[in-house]
C-alpha cells in the first residue's frame, strides 16, 4: 500500500525557511547566506530591518534606498525567509526583480499563461528588487507596475521595495500617486552604509 503523508508531512512542510523563500524565487545566495555561520547585520541594516518590519507587520509598502552592495537584496532575503519562519497563514512571498517582472508580463500578453503580474499583486509579501528607472520600457509598462502596487494597497497586502534610486529617480518611476499611497502608513527608508560586496 502507498503510504500517505498528513498534511503536515509533506516535503513543503519539513522544508527550513530558507528553503521555501528559494522555492519562491528569493535569490538563493543571498539566502543562503542568511544561514552562514557567524553571519550578522551591520548596524545600518539592522535598524532598517526593524523600520521595515513594523511596517510589513502593518501591510505597508516600504521602499529602501541604498547604495551599490550595501546589502538591500540580503535584507529582501531575510524577509523572505521570516516570512516562512513565522508560519504565516495565506498567500506565500514572492521575490521578483523590477524588470524581469516587466518583461515576463510582457512576454504573457496574448499567451494563455497567467501573468506574473497576477501573483504579484496577490502575494502575501512582495519583495520587489532593484527598481530602476526605464530604458527601453514604454509608460505603459510603468503603469502596469503602478495599478500592481495600488491594488497591493488597496488589499492591505505588505511591499517591500529595494533600489538604488534617490527621490529624484524614484519620482519618475513611481510617480506622485504611489508615492503619496507610501506615505500611507509606509515610508522611504535611506540604507547607510558602503558597499558589503568583497567583504564578506
Ligand atoms: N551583513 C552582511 N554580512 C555578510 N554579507 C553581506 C551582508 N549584507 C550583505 N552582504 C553581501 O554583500 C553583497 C552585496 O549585498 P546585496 O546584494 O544585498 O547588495 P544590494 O544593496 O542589493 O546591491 P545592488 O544595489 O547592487 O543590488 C552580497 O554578496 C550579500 O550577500
Ligand atoms: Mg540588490
Known amino acids: 500500500m502507498t503510504p500517505t503523508l498528513s498534511p503536515n508531512h509533506t516535503p513543503e512542510a519539513r522544508a527550513t525557511p ?9 535569490p538563493f545566495k543571498h539566502c543562503n547566506r542568511l544561514a552562514e555561520p557567524g553571519f550578522k547585520w551591520n ?10 518590519q513594523v511596517i510589513i507587520d502593518h501591510g505597508g509598502m516600504v521602499v529602501v534606498q541604498g547604495v551599490f552592495g550595501n546589502g538591500k ?6 524577509f523572505g525567509c521570516q516570512w516562512f519562519k513565522e508560519l504565516r497563514r495565506g498567500p506565500s512571498p514572492r521575490y ?18 497567467e501573468s506574473p503580474m497576477v501573483q504579484a499583486e496577490s502575494c502575501g509579501l512582495l519583495v ?15 503603469e502596469q507596475l503602478n495599478k500592481m502596487l495600488d491594488i497591493r494597497y488597496r488589499s492591505e497586502r505588505p511591499t517591500l521595495i529595494l533600489t538604488n534610486l534617490g527621490d529624484a529617480g524614484l519620482n519618475s518611476v513611481l510617480g506622485e500617486k504611489t508615492i503619496d499611497r ?8 535611506e540604507l547607510q552604509g558602503k558597499s558589503m560586496r568583497g567583504v564578506a
Do not use: M
Request: hydrophobic fraction near 35%.
Open 18 to 26: 530558507i528553503e521555501r523563500a528559494i522555492a519562491h524565487e528569493f
Open 128 to 142: 520587489l528588487d532593484d527598481l530602476r528607472v526605464p530604458t527601453g520600457k514604454t509608460d505603459h509598462d510603468y
Open 43 to 52: 548596524r545600518h541594516q539592522a535598524q532598517v530591518i526593524r523600520q521595515a
Open 182 to 189: 507610501i506615505s500611507d502608513g509606509g515610508a522611504l527608508i
Open 96 to 113: 521578483f526583480v523590477s524588470i524581469e517582472l516587466l518583461d515576463a508580463h510582457r512576454d504573457s500578453y496574448g499567451e494563455k499563461h
Open 73 to 78: 537584496t540580503q535584507i529582501g532575503a531575510r
